[in-house]
């Protein structure tokens, strides 16, 4: 269900505008920031995981495990 959330603004035409493609990368970065932080997980703490070499889909799958841990 969450991970639905994440992904229900993408589609194969979010990539026709520029504006429209940031506008969806902010949203997406900002539900993700907004699920680690229900479980704990701190923006320095992804931003670090990704810089460490995690994916963004790691990361994702990351925060939706600990998200199903805490539920």
């Known amino acids: ?8 603004g993408a589609s194969a035409n979010s990539y026709d ?6 506008e969806v990368l902010e949203r ?4 993700l920031v907004a699920a680690g932080a229900g479980v ?3 923006t320095d703490a ?14 994702v799958e990351y925060v939706l495990t600990r998200a199903g841990d805490v539920e």
């Not at 269900?1 to 229900?8: D, G, K």
């Not at 505008?17 to 940031?22: E, H, I, K, R, T």
């Not at 997406?28 to 539900?31: G, M, R």
Request: aromatic content about 2%; overall charge negative.
């Open 17 to 22: 505008s520029p504006a429209l493609s940031d």
């Open 28 to 31: 997406a970065v900002a539900k």
């Open 40 to 42: 704990g997980i701190s």
């Open 46 to 59: 992804m931003i670090k995981l990704l810089e460490s070499g995690m994916s963004v889909r790691e990361l």
């Open 1 to 8: 269900m969450t991970e639905t959330c994440f992904l229900s």
